[in-house]
Structures are given as C-alpha cells and as structure tokens.
C-alpha cells in the first residue's frame, strides 16, 4: 500500500534523485515526478529511472502530489517555494533536505501559510559527489534525517514528514532548528571549512601542481575527502550558518593553537592527553550509516 498517491520532487541532483529512486523501489507512492529545470535533466531523469515522470512544468509537476520535497541548494529554496506556491494542493505536506535549518525554516513556514504545511528536514546522507547521476536507492537506509518542527508546525504534517523519512529508510530525530544549526556547524560545516583550507595549506594556493599532494596517502585523503564537494553549494551553506560555524572555529582554533604551543614545548605528555582524548571521543561518534555504541536520539528541543 502506498504511503500517498504522488509525490513531487523539486531538484533531481544526488539528494533528490536517491529520494525519487527510494521511493520508486519501497512503492511510497503511486507516483513519482520530479520539477526540473533544463530539458537534459528530463531525458537524464527517464534515462536513470528516479521519477516516473520528470518535466519542466511545475504545474504538471505539483497537480495533485500529496508531499513535495524541495531537494534544491539553500540559497535557491526561497525562489523555489514561491515557484511552487501557486500549485500546491490543500493539505498537501512540504518537506525539504537543506543541512541549513533556522533561516529556511522561519521563511518557509511564512511562505505557506494555511493550506500546505511545511516541515523542515535534513537527511545525514550523501557524498562528495552531486548530481543525479550519483543518485542511490540505499542512500538513507540506515541514516538519520533531522526534523526541524516548531509551536508553529502542524502535528498532522509533522507525523507524515516522519513517516515519508523512515519510509525512506531513515531512522528520524526532532530538534529544534537552532539547536539543528548549532550542532551541524561543529559536525559537518566547520569540517569542509577545515578540510578545504588544510588542503588549500598543503597545496601551498598552487592548486593541484603541488607536488606534496602527490604523495598523500589514505590519511590525508580521508581528512581531506569533503573538500571535493560543490563549492557553490558549500558557500551558501557556510553563509547561511555563519554564526554558529564562527563559534564552533573559534573553539577549533584555540584547541589548534593548545597543541601547536605543546608542539612548540616539545610537550609530549601533554600531546599524549590531548589525542588520547581525541582519540576516545572519536570512538564515540555515532555513526549515521553502521551500528556505533552511541546511537541514541538526540532529544527534542524547542
């Protein structure tokens, strides 16, 4: 039995291509469409299979779908749900995957006021490459996608947005959006930030002419892996989040300059209790897509 009849998703790229793939494999929906906009994504979206359909028009798009997810950039999403608006049916649930919280959230419960309801969301998947071609049906199996309900969200709504994630294969948690962005800063936003300018660093700003990155080994690929991804999109998101990831390197750069003093001393003792700490709360990170030992849900703040 299908969750809802259609399903409309605005942006085929690497997350919204798995949405539409995932969907299509688990039966979500009668129907999967997918609003795009360049006539090649149409021909790439029937080519790769993760929609049923896929088209230019947002009003074919949008005509009846019961949950619309706006898989777009964050900088795009506030243009993109004016673009859909007009075509939303009554009742019908809006949903979204940007890793920014707090602004997209306040704009987009505005942006539909009666009618269609919208919660926010941020699924912890996806990769370093973008696009629709690296879209996968196992994305989010086993991942955490975040829910981001405030006084404002409607309970309805908020029960199908949990129910449309872990029908996707997600295991799903409530915080609020402050607490979403504060938390995203320090685990996901400051690391690219870091991992850009550590290899920026290494390559000495001569790009990939450096010869020391020649000789990197699994260490620095690993630390540096992210770095690879979009960096239009990454921009708007350390822009959008500025304010908490500013705090969190702040934080960064004292831990930084703790050790660089010992390294200075020649304190080997205290660089032994430094990554002997680091080294016990990195065992303790959850692990979005294995069975960690700490995998508890974060508890529910507004």
Do not use: Y
């Not at 490459?129 to 994305?139: I, Q």
């Not at 936003?189 to 020391?212: D, E, F, I, Q, T």
């Not at 990554?275 to 979005?288: E, N, P, S």
Request: glycine letters at 10%.
């Amino acid at each position: 039995m299908p969750l809802c009849g259609k399903i409309t998703i605005v942006g085929l790229g690497l997350i919204g291509g798995s949405v539409g793939l995932a969907a299509r494999r688990r039966r979500l929906a009668a129907r999967v469409v997918g609003l795009v906009r360049r006539r090649e994504s149409v021909r790439e979206a029937a080519r790769l299979g993760v929609a049923d359909e896929a088209t230019l028009d947002p009003a074919a798009a949008l005509r009846g779908a019961d949950v619309v997810i706006l898989a777009v950039p964050v900088g795009s999403i506030a243009g993109v749900a004016a673009l859909v608006r007009p075509h939303l049916a009554p009742r019908c649930l809006v949903t979204d995957a940007a890793s920014v919280k707090r602004p997209v959230v306040a704009r987009l419960e505005r942006a539909f006021p009666g009618g269609a309801h919208f919660v926010g969301a941020h699924p912890i998947a996806g990769s370093e490459r973008s696009g629709m071609a690296a879209a996968r049906p196992d994305l989010f199996e086993g991942s955490v996608c975040i829910i981001t309900p405030t006084p404002r969200t409607d309970r309805g709504a908020l029960r199908s947005a949990q129910a449309f994630w872990e029908g996707l294969g997600a295991r799903v948690v409530r915080m609020s959006p402050v607490r979403h962005d504060r938390i995203m800063a320090a685990v996901s936003h400051l690391p690219h930030l870091v991992a850009a300018a550590l290899v920026n660093s290494v390559a000495g700003g001569l790009g990939c002419g450096s010869p020391a990155l020649g000789f990197a080994g699994t260490g620095f690929r690993d630390t540096t892996r992210i770095a690879a991804g979009p960096p239009a999109m990454w921009s708007e998101i350390l822009i959008a989040n500025r304010g908490h990831i500013l705090r969190a390197a702040r934080s960064f750069r004292r831990e930084l300059d703790r050790v660089v003093s010992m390294l200075e001393e020649a304190d080997g003792a205290g660089l032994d209790r430094r990554l002997g700490r680091a080294a016990a709360a990195r065992r303790r990170v959850r692990c979005a897509n294995h069975g960690c030992e700490d995998n508890r849900p974060v508890a529910d703040e507004r």
